[in-house]
């Protein structure tokens, strides 16, 4: 038993836990040092976490102090451990632009590639919202968006040429070693390991190496989870 | 006179300095609160930095040492000046990501709109080199690769969204203050408005607020220059 639990999100498999953004948490925890045992958490348990003012996980319970959203959690997790080792370069607000980039390049390029592997994963309860709140927001049915998924690979391997440039000078995005940087753009690779059986990158590619090498981390702590990507 | 000297790239005029890399260093200069003599340095001039083992500006000479490369300086004035304020968020591969993206993005993308009007800057040598090297890089005259601008900018500033967003929520790139993350991007927007009349930014854009005060930096050291863009 652990002091902290972070509310992660999962399908009907616990052990599926898929969301880009608890990711971000799940590996910034363990970059402190710091457990934090899983409470697996649905889209249709809004209740579960009202507690927290948030209507999305991740949510983290510390002792008495309850934080959402991935990015107040990470600035949490600095400011409440400083003497472990530093999530952020300096300061918080010098990731912003990645976590932006990610976010509008990585994320919304990857949802296209893989949103309709999702469903299959959820309980019927979740699946209904899922599907209907998506299609509210793309204006069509999942498999439309996905659809020529695989002739539109070369495109979103491109948007990513910023990453891979600097993936060639150093192992991670933050140097020598990695950081809450890494975290940021990873959670959305691992968001696509976990629900699809697309593989979005090729196995030649230094973003591949990059993906291996954070999968390796903390003894293997993204690899363990079960993968549907084919590789 | 000061101990250190700049070359910087100009054309005719000297006063108009246009690289968006001498820009970067520049400003990492006024950031460390260090003078330096503008040397001014033309396309044809190769033999005038051949001792630094560069064939293209900046180089900086700092008393005995010579150094070229905007990144390899910054990098040098970080190591040399350490008590003065810092140009990077800690280490300087924190900052490898945003530079990737500057150049693949926003440098990349100017080139296209701006390229054509910086033969007219350029005394007639310079002018002849810069036509032939670029016509044969680009495949194409000048005045194609730049053919259509006024409908291609959407698309442009689209690709900027990801930098948009971060400075909707802080004033600058870096953060409550510019730190070399800002000069990175902004080399390329100086770059634009001293060399072309082309309104790369909507006065409405939050971009064109923040290069504004990236132009008030330091006494106004960039807005000084003699602009060609409209605005």
Not at 159 to 171: D, E, H, K, N
Not at 181 to 193: L, P
């Amino acid at each position: 038993m652990s002091d902290r639990k972070l509310f992660e999100l999962c399908g009907t498999d616990e052990a599926r836990r898929f969301s880009p953004y608890c990711w971000r948490v799940r590996l910034a925890l363990a970059h402190k040092g710091l457990d934090a045992e899983t409470v697996p958490w649905r889209f249709t348990e809004g209740e579960a976490i009202a507690f927290a003012k948030s209507a999305t996980v991740p949510v983290l319970i510390d002792g008495d102090t309850a934080v959402a959203d991935s990015w107040a959690i990470a600035e949490y997790l600095e400011r409440t451990y400083p003497d472990r080792p530093a999530l952020f370069p300096g300061r918080p607000s010098a990731l912003r632009f990645i976590a932006s980039w990610a976010d509008r390049v990585v994320n919304a390029g990857l949802v296209k590639l893989i949103v309709s592997d999702i469903p299959s994963l959820l309980a019927e309860a979740d699946r209904d919202y899922f599907v209907s709140s998506r299609e509210k927001r793309f204006g069509m049915p999942l498999a439309e968006v996905t659809r020529d998924r695989e002739a539109r690979l070369p495109e979103f391997r491109a948007s990513l040429q910023p990453l891979r440039a600097v993936l060639m000078q150093q192992p991670f995005v933050a140097g020598e070693e990695p950081d809450y940087a890494d975290y940021i753009v990873f959670g959305g690779f691992m968001w696509a390991r976990v629900v699809s059986p697309l593989k979005v990158l090729e196995e030649s590619d230094p973003l591949h190496a990059w993906r291996e090498r954070m999968l390796d981390l903390f003894g293997g702590l993204a690899r363990r989870v079960p993968a549907r990507e084919g590789s």
